[in-house]
């Protein structure tokens, strides 16, 4: 019988939930190399001010980006600006009321696409226990590297899908506010999204690699998403 793992939340016993998905096959040297190009980059930033109109202009390229991996991505290129303008606020809020985030960025987001009743709510049908595990996932202390919770919001949000069209968007954009707020991204001047979309058919493939909920499936997901954060790195402005 093949073993499915269960993404832990902070109700299972375990002291810290996300521990265990760190040490999956492949995943710590995939993100020792993430951090090391991101640390390549980012390792004359104390000498360098990096204004908030440079901060914007590089999460407004990464999540128009982030848009091209929807079905539709002209609908969001407005909805994309408005999101990114708004992240270095965001990322302040996200490990305190990610349920607040959510409902902000879909506001921001799907502006003018989804009608003034739909602005920030979940659609009808969305597994709110499982919505509810994860931002009590992400509330709650982790001794994890922010690498790993980042990812599974991405990849938990991406699965969810709580306001229908456009969830991709806000979950890489999710995912890029974790990495912001625990300093592996301090000025938003890495461009994950990009990684994602670099990626091109693995992105999709470790995606439903994740949704099988096996070790080897969640290792994948991941890999995949240390990979896109080093890809990140080294797209960034300050690397050019």
Do not use: C
Not at 7 to 15: I, L, S
Not at 65 to 70: D, I, M, R
Not at 115 to 121: F, Q, V, W, Y
Not at 170 to 193: C, F, N, S, T, Y
Request: aromatic letters at 2%.
């Amino acid at each position: 019988m093949r073993k499915t793992l269960t993404v832990p939340t902070p109700r299972t016993p375990q002291a810290d939930p996300l521990l265990e998905l760190g040490r999956l096959d492949g995943v710590a040297s995939a993100q020792a190399a993430a951090q090391a190009a991101v640390d390549v980059v980012l390792r004359g930033l104390p000498r360098r001010r990096i204004s908030e109109q440079q901060s914007v202009a590089a999460l407004t390229e990464t999540t128009r980006a982030s848009a091209q991996l929807e079905p539709d991505p002209e609908r969001w290129t407005d909805g994309a600006d408005r999101l990114a303008a708004e992240l270095p606020v965001l990322t302040r809020q996200i490990r305190v009321a990610p349920g607040n985030v959510l409902a902000r960025m879909h506001l921001l987001l799907a502006r003018g696409v989804s009608t003034e009743a739909e602005l920030g709510r979940t659609r009808g049908g969305v597994d709110g226990a499982r919505l509810t595990a994860l931002t009590r996932l992400l509330t709650t202390p982790t001794t994890a590297s922010a690498l790993v919770l980042a990812a599974i919001a991405h990849a938990e949000l991406v699965s969810l899908q709580p306001f229908g069209a456009g969830s991709g968007v806000i979950a890489r954009a999710v995912e890029h506010l974790v990495l912001m707020e625990a300093g592996i991204d301090p000025v938003g001047m890495i461009m994950i999204e990009r990684g994602h979309v670099d990626a091109g058919a693995e992105y999709a493939a470790a995606r439903q690699a994740y949704a099988t909920g096996t070790p080897l499936g969640v290792a994948r997901w991941l890999s995949h998403s240390a990979v896109a954060v080093a890809r990140g790195a080294e797209l960034s402005p300050l690397a050019r």
